[in-house]
């Protein structure tokens, strides 16, 4: 019994050391476009870094996103990952922004892409490592001169 109390207190506080945190977003042009720009689309990186002696598995990502702390997308991803010992691996998660909720925020939206400077989103939430969830609060900025060309590129199929 001692031996089984053991081996899970150790396991708990292996998946306790791991540590999750957003690398960068890309936005993605061609899905954005392919939805008629209703969501802008663009790949979430998190880097899980495993500083432990142990393999340990992704199982589930839930996030939601903010700007200026007003949620405007949110995303569950059920891609595994294995992570091997005193190694790191990227989860690429494809997620997108509802455009209208975006536009809601129409002032901070339209300044950012207007002047080129990064979209500051909100990243908050949770990784399933093996029954213990790893928490996510960041903040991360997503270029917005791709989205610049994005919407030059409508402003031109409706000029026809």
């Known amino acids: 019994m001692a031996l089984v109390v053991y081996y899970f207190t150790r396991l708990k506080k292996t998946l306790t050391n791991l540590n999750v945190s957003v690398f960068g977003?890309?936005?993605?042009s061609q899905r954005?476009?392919?939805s008629l720009f209703l969501k802008i689309w663009f790949e979430l990186k998190l880097k899980v870094d495993n500083p432990t002696d142990r393999q340990v598995?992704?199982?589930?990502?839930?996030?939601?996103?903010?700007?200026s702390g007003k949620k405007v997308g949110e995303v569950r991803n059920f891609d595994k990952l294995t992570i091997n010992p005193k190694t790191y691996s990227y989860l690429v998660i494809p997620t997108y922004m509802e455009t209208l909720s975006i536009f809601s925020l129409v002032s901070n939206f339209l300044e950012?892409?207007?002047?080129?400077?990064?979209?500051k989103i909100g990243v908050k939430g949770s990784i399933n490592l093996e029954g213990n969830m790893a928490k996510i609060d960041e903040v991360v900025n997503l270029d917005t001169k791709p989205i610049q060309s994005g919407l030059t590129f409508l402003q031109n199929i409706f000029k026809r």
């Open 32 to 34: 954005t476009q392919n």
């Open 112 to 119: 950012a892409v207007r002047s080129g400077t990064p979209l």
């Open 57 to 67: 598995m992704v199982n589930e990502t839930l996030l939601d996103f903010y700007i």
């Open 25 to 28: 977003a890309k936005y993605n």
